[in-house]
């Protein structure tokens, strides 16, 4: 299994699904920034535009 399925299998999380509503960032996109290094919720941000518009509802969705 790729890391990055492995990860959204772990999180229960569909690859499809746009975490950030702002944005329309997949949650395939976080899990494969995770993969990628980054350590917190600022790194995966900073590697996929989250949290750059509203700011609010995608916190949580990104941390699970």
């Keep these: 299994k790729h890391p990055v ?3 959204l299998a772990r ?3 569909d690859a499809n699904v746009s975490v950030c509503v ?3 960032t997949p949650a ?5 920034a995770v993969v990628k290094g980054a350590k ?3 790194d995966v941000a900073a590697m996929t535009g989250i949290r750059s ?3 609010i ?3 949580a969705p990104a941390l699970r």
């Design 5 to 7: 399925d492995a990860l």
């Design 53 to 55: 518009g509203c700011g």
């Design 11 to 13: 999180a229960g999380i």
């Design 57 to 59: 509802y995608c916190v």
């Design 28 to 32: 395939s996109e976080i899990a494969a």
């Design 22 to 24: 702002c944005t329309l």
């Design 40 to 42: 917190n919720l600022d």
